[in-house]
Structure formats: structure tokens, C-alpha cells
């Protein structure tokens, strides 16, 4: 194990966590705890940008607990814990907001997305939401960040504020710059519905994601009425891309199966996509149902997961205040 390399990731606790969500983290996850240190939070602070009923942000946090735990984060070797119950997060993103610059935020596409229309009344924090990412991974000084691809634009702009306080407070090196570790097959796994959109918990159509807790039924019916092509499947990856729903699919059997995706076109052109989705099926209800079983047998004793989060907040708190006293040291605060 590395002990020089740190992996900080956050999930946020908005329910219906996804393949997307599987695909693109969770799996990425899991592999590195062989290699390095890995610390994985539970974003409580960056759901409520957007309102969460109080009562249902509880089971949100249990259940994305339960998720890291049932996909094989093993809380003896990585340190798992919930944002807000580790005090460093908040203040250490107060310090950044100071060095972070508006102009900077002004560019994040996410916002843009997230804050529709109307942009004045979106919260200050969903604004700032960027900032308090970048407080996550700099608390830590982790070096290597898990994420899907469509956090990459958040990832920079934690390179930039590390970079800055590294300049403004004349510490070359204090922290380091964070490498994002984006998938390359399946970075941005896309809505069954809609190929151009990205698989997400909010899309009110459920028919548009694969749910970790789905049943296999439920698994069969959605891929069955995924949006894929009129054309049978094509021979080369350049007419492919252009099919941005079938391109979703084979992707995501590509990586399911670990073959690459111009050995599943070798193996499947000129065949219907019925025949790519009876196999694709067959190969998530495999991989996700006993996800979802466990993620239901562990949701049965909350009290565990509770403690599972309260020892992962006491390990995250001591390298979080050992950390902070050298930041305040640095920033000049007494
Ligand atoms: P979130 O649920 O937005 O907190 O996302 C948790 C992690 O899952 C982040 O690393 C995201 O980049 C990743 N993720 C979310 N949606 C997708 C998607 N459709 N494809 C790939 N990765 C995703
Ligand atoms: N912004 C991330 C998302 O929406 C979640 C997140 C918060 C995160 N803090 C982080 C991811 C730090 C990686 C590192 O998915």
C-alpha cells in the first residue's frame, strides 16, 4: 500500500443511487482500496444546496452507507463517514471561499444545469458547492480523486484553488494537486431514455436508470424498453457513436462483460439489439441484484451502519484536525 497516496470521493445522499453512480464510482472505489489509502464520505452537506425533507436525508445517508459497504468498501481498511459529522469540511471551505475566485465559479457548468431559469433563486450554496468540494479533498490532502466524468470541470477548479493558496500563503507543494480518476469506457453512463443525457438519480423517469435496489424484473422490463436503433448493430465504432442510445448500451455491456466494445461489435453487427439487451439483462441482473440484497439486509440494522459512520468520523476528524491546525497556521489564523 501507498501511504503517500490519499483517495478522497464523496457520493451525495439523494437517494436511488444507480448504475451510473456504480459504473462510474462506486466500482473504481472498491478497486483502490488495494492500493492506497481511500477515504469515502457521505456528501450531507453538498445534498442540502438543493432542499432535503430532513426526515428523508436520515435514510438517504444510511442507505448510501449501506451501498459503499454492499458494493465491498470494507470499513476496516477505508475510512467511511458523513460530511457534516467532521467539522474541518466547513470550515476549511470558509478559507477557500476566501481564496476561490467568482469568476472561476462563474464557468461551472454544473450550476448552470442545476440552477435552470431562474438562477437568482437558486441557494448561495449550491453557487459555492464547488468550493466546499474542493474543502473535501484538500482536508485530506488526498492526491487521487475517484469520480464520473461529470465532475472533471469541479476536479480543475480544486486544482486551482490548491494552487492558489499554495501561492498566496507562499507554500509550494502544502497541497497537492488532486488527480481525478475518471473511468475511460463508461465515465458517463447516459439515460436509457434519452442517449445525450447522463444517468441520474433526479430524471423524473425511472424507466431512464438502472436502480441498485431494482428487482431483476424490473431490470428485464428497462432494458427491454431502452431506447436503442431502428438499424441492427453496426460493425464499426465510428457509426456507432453517432447512435447515442446504442452507444449506451454496448458501452455498458462492454464493460459489464470486459470485453472492449470492437470485440462486442465483432461478436454482435448485423444482430437485432434485442439480442444485445436479452444479453445485457442477463449480465446486470447478475452484478446488481446482489448489490441490492445486501443493500437491503444491511438497511435492516441502521444502528450498525450508525457506527460504521460514527468510528469513520472519529478517523476522518483526527487527519482533518491535524491538517487544519497547519492550514490556520499558514492562512495566519491564531
Ligand atoms: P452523485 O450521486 O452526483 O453524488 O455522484 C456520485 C458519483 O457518481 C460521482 O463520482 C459522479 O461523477 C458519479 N456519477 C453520477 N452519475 C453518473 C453517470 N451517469 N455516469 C457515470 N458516473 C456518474
Ligand atoms: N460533487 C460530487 C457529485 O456530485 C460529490 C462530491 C462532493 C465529491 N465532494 C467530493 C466527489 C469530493 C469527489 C471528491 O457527485
New binding site residues.
Given amino acids: 500500500m501507498n501511504e503517500k497516496k490519499i483517495v478522497f470521493?464523496?457520493?451525495?445522499p439523494?437517494g436511488n443511487?444507480?448504475?451510473?453512480?456504480y459504473?462510474?464510482?462506486?466500482k473504481n472505489f472498491v478497486s483502490l482500496q488495494k492500493e492506497m489509502k481511500c477515504i469515502y464520505c457521505v456528501?450531507d452537506l453538498?445534498a442540502i444546496t438543493t432542499f432535503q425533507k430532513p426526515s428523508e436525508l436520515e435514510n438517504n445517508v444510511l442507505e448510501t452507507v449501506a451501498t459503499f459497504l454492499a458494493t465491498g468498501i470494507n470499513p476496516s481498511k477505508s475510512i467511511i463517514f458523513n460530511q457534516s459529522a467532521v467539522s474541518g469540511h466547513a470550515e476549511l471551505a470558509w478559507i477557500l471561499n476566501c481564496v476561490s475566485r467568482i469568476g472561476w465559479l462563474n464557468r461551472m457548468t454544473q450550476f448552470k444545469d442545476k440552477a435552470g431559469s431562474d438562477k437568482e433563486k437558486a441557494s448561495v450554496g449550491l453557487y459555492i458547492y464547488p468550493n466546499l468540494m474542493a474543502a473535501d479533498i484538500l482536508l485530506y490532502k488526498a492526491s487521487h480523486v475517484?469520480?464520473?466524468?461529470?465532475?472533471k470541470q469541479h476536479l480543475e477548479l480544486s486544482r486551482d484553488i490548491a494552487q492558489k493558496f499554495n501561492n498566496d500563503f507562499n507554500c509550494k507543494d502544502f497541497f497537492p494537486l488532486p488527480e481525478p480518476l475518471i473511468?475511460k469506457n463508461?465515465?458517463?453512463?447516459?439515460?436509457l431514455r434519452d442517449g445525450t443525457k447522463?444517468?441520474?438519480?433526479s430524471e423524473e423517469s425511472d424507466y431512464s436508470r438502472i436502480n441498485l435496489k431494482d428487482s431483476a424484473e424490473e431490470i428485464d422490463k428497462k432494458i427491454k424498453k431502452a431506447k436503442s436503433d431502428s438499424e441492427p448493430i453496426p460493425e464499426s465504432l465510428k457509426s456507432l457513436e453517432k447512435k447515442h442510445e446504442a452507444f449506451n448500451l454496448i458501452s455498458i455491456y462492454s464493460e459489464l462483460s470486459k470485453k472492449s466494445i470492437s470485440k462486442v461489435l465483432n461478436e454482435m453487427s448485423g444482430k437485432e439489439y434485442s439480442f444485445l439487451k436479452s444479453k445485457l439483462s442477463e449480465l446486470l441482473i447478475s452484478e446488481i441484484i446482489p448489490v441490492g440484497k445486501e443493500i437491503k439486509r444491511l438497511l435492516a440494522d441502521r444502528s450498525h451502519l450508525k457506527q460504521v459512520l460514527q468510528k469513520g468520523a472519529q478517523k476522518a476528524n483526527i487527519i482533518a484536525e491535524e491538517n487544519l491546525k497547519n492550514i490556520r497556521e499558514k492562512v495566519g489564523l491564531i
Fill in positions: 470521493s464523496g457520493v451525495q439523494t443511487l444507480h448504475l451510473g453512480n459504473l462510474g464510482a462506486l456528501v453538498h475517484p469520480v464520473g466524468a461529470d465532475q473511468p463508461v465515465s458517463r453512463v447516459m439515460s447522463k444517468m441520474s438519480k
